[in-house]
C-alpha cells in the first residue's frame, strides 16, 4: 500500500506542476485557479481512511508552502474535508466519474471560499477583491471541470496498477 501512496503523491506533484504552470501563464490576466479538491476526492473516496488522511495532510503541506497563508491552514483544510467526504463515502458511488466531479467540485468551491475568508481576515484589504475572487472560483470550478475526470482516470489507474502487481508477486 505504501507504493499506491506513493505513487498517488506523484499523481498529486504532476497536478501541481500543471496548476503552478496554468497560473503562471494566467498570471498576465490576474486569474488564479485553485484545484484543492482535485487531491482529496479519490483518496478520500478509494482509499483507507488513514492512509488517504496522511496523503491529504501531506499534499496539504505541499499547497501551504507555496501560499500565503498560515502554516498549516491547507493541511486542517484538507483533512477536515477529507474527514467529512470519509463520513459519506459509502453511500455514494465512489468509483463513478461523475460522483467524483460533483464531490470535487463542491468541495472545492468550500475550500476556496474558507482560504478566502482567512486571507480576507489577515488582509483587510482584499475584501475589495470578491468580484474577482469569485470569478477565479468559477474559472477554477470550469478548470476542474475539464482536468478533473482526467486525473481521477489517473488516480484510479495507480490504485488498480498497484493491486495488479500486488496479486503478481502472490
Do not use: K
Request: glycine share 6%; charged share 10%; net charge positive.
Amino acid at each position: 500500500m505504501r507504493r499506491t501512496w506513493l505513487l498517488i503523491f506523484g499523481a498529486f506533484l504532476l497536478l501541481w506542476t500543471i496548476t503552478a504552470q496554468t497560473n503562471h501563464y494566467l498570471s498576465g490576466r490576474g486569474t488564479h485557479l485553485f484545484v484543492g479538491a482535485l487531491f482529496i476526492t479519490v483518496t478520500a473516496l478509494r482509499l483507507p481512511v488513514r492512509g488517504g488522511l496522511l496523503l491529504s495532510a501531506a499534499v496539504g503541506l505541499l499547497c501551504d508552502a507555496t501560499t500565503p497563508v498560515p502554516p498549516g491552514t491547507h493541511l486542517l483544510l484538507f483533512a477536515a474535508v477529507h474527514a467529512l467526504i470519509c463520513q459519506f463515502r459509502h453511500r455514494v458511488p465512489a468509483d463513478l466519474c461523475a460522483t467524483q466531479l460533483l464531490l470535487a467540485l463542491a468541495a472545492n468551491a468550500a475550500l476556496y471560499l474558507a482560504l478566502s475568508s482567512i486571507l480576507i481576515a489577515r488582509h483587510p484589504l482584499l475584501a475589495q477583491q470578491w468580484p474577482r475572487l469569485g470569478w477565479d472560483l468559477l474559472w477554477s470550478e470550469v478548470f476542474i471541470a475539464l482536468i478533473g475526470p482526467w486525473f481521477f482516470a489517473l488516480q484510479g489507474r495507480v490504485i488498480d496498477l498497484d493491486r495488479f502487481a500486488l496479486r503478481e508477486h502472490l
